[in-house]
T-cell receptor
Framework: GAGVSQSPRYKVAKRGQDVALRCDPI?????LFWYQQALGQGPEFLTYFQNEAQLDKSGLPSDRFFAERPEGSVSTLKIQRTQQEDSAVYLCASSPSGVNTGELFFGEGSRLTVL | GDSVTQMEGPVTLSEEAFLTINCTYT??????LFWYVQYPGEGLQLLLK?????DKGSNKGFEATYRKETTSFHLEKGSVQVSDSAVYFC?????????????FGTGTQLKVEL
């Protein structure tokens, strides 16, 4: 029984580089979320998918951030022209329901460091 | 907007001590409230939840009661173990933003020593 899997676990990027972070949710889970967790802070919402539809992207901090889930399973969070303030742990979470109950299954996160 | 305030850590206790981690919230309407836990090297896990006033969530010996009059959801455990050492996050699911996002506190690190 695999949980939510994220890759890479660690990513170091030079400022200005593009990065892509991958999330494999639990099989069959309808809802998928991305959160950003800065050091010493709680997770902050970025975006939400229900199957392949991106229903909420209100938390994406700038147009450099882009997320997709084209087949309603695996999702990718892409950050273009990375900046130092993008350094954080990016968490992916999934839920079996199409209704958000707040009961999410989180991956271990991808830690991004921008130099 | 919605917000969650947790007591700052780290909290250091001896094994078998009583634990309280305070959590208060600000939200419109009647949010659902959660405690998530992050053990070292692992992802966040749901510990317990409560969906309406006076509900008590409980799991693994931990309890929290949804107090609307004080807008609080304090986490308690009567006797902590070394294995409870982790970071604990209080969170709410409110109406803000279409009910799509959990709003988290900053987390409280708990260290339990023998």
């Amino acid at each position: 029984g695999a949980g939510v899997s994220q890759s890479p676990r660690y990513k170091v990027a030079k400022r200005g580089q593009d990065v892509a972070l991958r999330c494999d949710p639990i099989s069959g889970h309808v809802s998928l979320f991305w959160y950003q967790q800065a050091l010493g802070q709680g997770p902050e919402f970025l975006t939400y998918f229900q199957n392949e539809a991106q229903l909420d992207k209100s938390g994406l901090p700038s147009d450099r951030f882009f997320a997709e889930r084209p087949e309603g399973s695996v999702s990718t969070l892409k950050i273009q022209r990375t900046q130092q303030e993008d350094s954080a742990v990016y968490l992916c979470a999934s839920s079996p329901s199409g209704v958000n109950t707040g009961e999410l299954f989180f991956g271990e996160g991808s830690r991004l460091t921008v130099l | 907007g919605d917000s969650v305030t947790q007591m700052e850590g780290p909290v250091t206790l001896s094994e078998e001590a009583f634990l309280t981690i305070n959590c208060t919230y600000t939200a419109t309407g009647y949010p659902s409230l959660f405690w998530y836990v992050q053990y070292p090297g692992e992802g966040l896990q749901l510990l317990l939840k409560a969906t309406k006033a006076d509900d008590k969530g409980s799991n693994k010996g931990f309890e929290a009661t949804y107090r609307k009059e004080t807008t609080s959801f304090h986490l308690e455990k009567g006797s902590v173990q070394v294995s409870d050492s982790a970071v604990y996050f209080c969170a709410l699911l409110g109406l803000t933003g279409g009910g799509n996002k959990l709003t988290f506190g900053t987390g409280t690190q708990l260290k339990v020593e023998l």
